[in-house]
C-alpha cells in the first residue's frame, strides 16, 4: 500500500461504462483517487457523462473530496437510484463518481474491468517454477507437483497453480460460487473440500479464461493458502494472516 489516502493522479486510459446496454461515459480524462490506500476509484468529467442518464435525487452533503450532490442513473430501461455523486466544490469539482454496482460494466480501453478500478501501482507475475508445492488440509493431500504456476500479486499472499492432474478431486466438491478479480477476470469453477465429516466452503478455485496478462493460470486450481497447509521443497510454511474477502484471490 504506496499511495495515500486522498491521493489524486490522471487515468491515461479511456474509460467506459455502461448501462442496459447505453454508454453512460466516456472520457480520457478521469482522474484515479484514492478513497483508501488498497485501489483508486475513478472521478469521471461531469462533460463525459451522458446528462440524459442522470437522476438528480437531491441530497446534497460535504464528502471527503467537497460538497457533493446525490445522483441515481437512468438508461436503456434500466435504472440505478443511488448510484453516485456529483461534486460542485474542492479539487473534483466538475466530476462524477459513480459506484462501482450501479453500473453493468466498466472498459478500460477495450478491456472489460471487474470488482473495482486496477491500481497502476499493482502488479501480478504469473510465474511457472518447478519448486514443488503440495498443499493439505487435515492431513490430506489435496494437490502436489513440481510445475505450478506461481502468482504474485502485490498486496496478496503467492497462490499456487496446480494441473488439474495434480489435484486430489476425492476431497473437493463443485459448487456454484463465481466471483471475479480485477487482475485475474471472472472465476470458472469453485470447490469446496471435505475431509473426513469436516466440509471446508469454497478453497480452491480456478480461471479457465482469465485476462490476458494471466493466461499462464488458464485452468489451472489454486488454494486459499489462508485455510490450508502449504509446503515448497519440504518446507512448511507459516498460514499467511490476512483480511481477505473471496473476491481477494
Not at 474491468?113 to 491500481?119: A, E, F, K, Q
Not at 513440481?146 to 504474485?152: E, N, P, S
Not at 498486496?155 to 463443485?174: E, I, K
Request: with cysteine; hydrophobic share 35%; charged share 25%.
Amino acid at each position: 500500500m504506496i499511495v495515500p489516502e486522498g491521493h489524486v493522479e490522471p487515468v491515461a486510459r479511456r474509460i467506459r461504462g455502461f448501462l442496459g446496454g447505453h454508454v453512460v461515459l466516456d472520457s480520457t480524462a478521469v482522474r484515479y483517487v484514492w478513497e483508501s490506500p488498497k485501489y483508486p476509484q475513478y472521478y469521471v468529467p461531469l462533460a463525459d457523462v451522458d446528462e440524459g442518464a442522470l437522476v438528480e435525487e437531491g441530497h446534497a452533503r460535504h464528502r471527503q473530496h467537497g460538497n457533493a450532490r446525490r445522483i441515481g442513473l437512468r438508461a436503456g430501461g434500466q435504472e440505478s437510484p443511488s448510484a453516485g455523486w456529483i461534486y460542485d466544490s474542492g479539487e473534483l469539482a466538475g466530476t462524477v463518481r459513480l459506484l462501482w454496482d450501479a453500473l453493468d460494466a466498466w472498459f478500460e480501453e477495450d478491456e472489460q474491468v471487474y470488482v473495482h478500478p486496477r491500481s497502476p501501482y499493482t502488479r501480478v507475475d504469473a510465474l511457472r517454477s518447478t519448486r514443488r508445492v503440495r498443499v493439505e488440509l487435515e492431513g490430506a493431500v489435496l494437490a502436489e507437483s513440481d510445475a505450478t504456476v506461481m502468482v504474485f500479486e502485490t498486496g496478496l499472499p503467492t497462490r499456487y497453480y496446480f494441473d488439474r492432474r495434480s489435484v486430489d478431486y476425492t476431497h473437493l466438491v463443485p459448487t456454484d460460487t463465481v466471483t471475479a478479480c480485477p487482475y485475474k477476470g471472472v472465476t470458472s469453477a469453485y470447490w469446496s473440500a471435505r475431509v473426513g465429516d469436516d466440509v471446508h466452503p469454497d478453497l480452491a478455485w480456478a480461471y479457465d479464461f482469465p485476462t490476458r496478462q494471466l493466461l499462464p493460470i488458464a485452468g489451472l486450481v489454486a488454494f486459499y493458502n489462508e485455510e490450508v497447509d502449504v509446503t515448497i521443497d519440504g518446507e512448511r510454511l507459516e498460514r499467511p494472516v490476512t483480511h481477505f474477502s473471496r473476491s481477494a484471490r
